[in-house]
Nanobody
Framework: QVQLVESGGGLVQAGGSLRLSCAASGRTFSDRAMGWFRQAAGREREFVAANTWSSSSTHYADSVKGRFTISRDNAKNTVYLQMNSLKPEDTAVYYC????????????????????WGQGTQVTVSS
């Protein structure tokens, strides 16, 4: 059974930082793109960041560019999201997504391009 388990969410003041982790089990994702999405209350789930299996290509949503960094450790089957300079509008449930494209250059940014999802972790940024 494939599982993606996020951790690292919590409550932080504006300007602060959090590091999310997503540990995968049940299959290796070292050959597939992985990404992060988020869903704020009353809104649709949106793309945040993703990278290819080799980390040779990375893509970020404009709203987080320059503040968030995605990385991965294929040996640990884990992907991370370092979030700095957090803003109240970053408040959402953050979801890890796995099983994207096997390309070394194409970064999938649509929800339908990922096969596996975590249960989500809440990030709340207070003003």
């Amino acid at each position: 059974q494939v599982q993606l388990v996020e951790s690292g969410g919590g409550l932080v003041q504006a300007g602060g930082s959090l590091r999310l982790s997503c540990a995968a089990s049940g299959r290796t994702f070292s050959d597939r793109a992985m990404g992060w999405f988020r869903q704020a209350a009353g809104r649709e789930r949106e793309f945040v960041a993703a990278n290819t299996w080799s980390s040779s290509s990375t893509h970020y949503a404009d709203s987080v560019k320059g503040r968030f960094t995605i990385s991965r450790d294929n040996a640990k089957n884990t992907v991370y999201l370092q979030m700095n300079s957090l803003k109240p509008e970053d408040t959402a449930v953050y979801y890890c997504a796995g099983g994207g494209s096997g390309s070394s250059w194409y970064v999938p940014r649509s929800r339908t391009e990922y096969r596996y999802w975590g249960q989500g972790t809440q990030v709340t940024v207070s003003s």
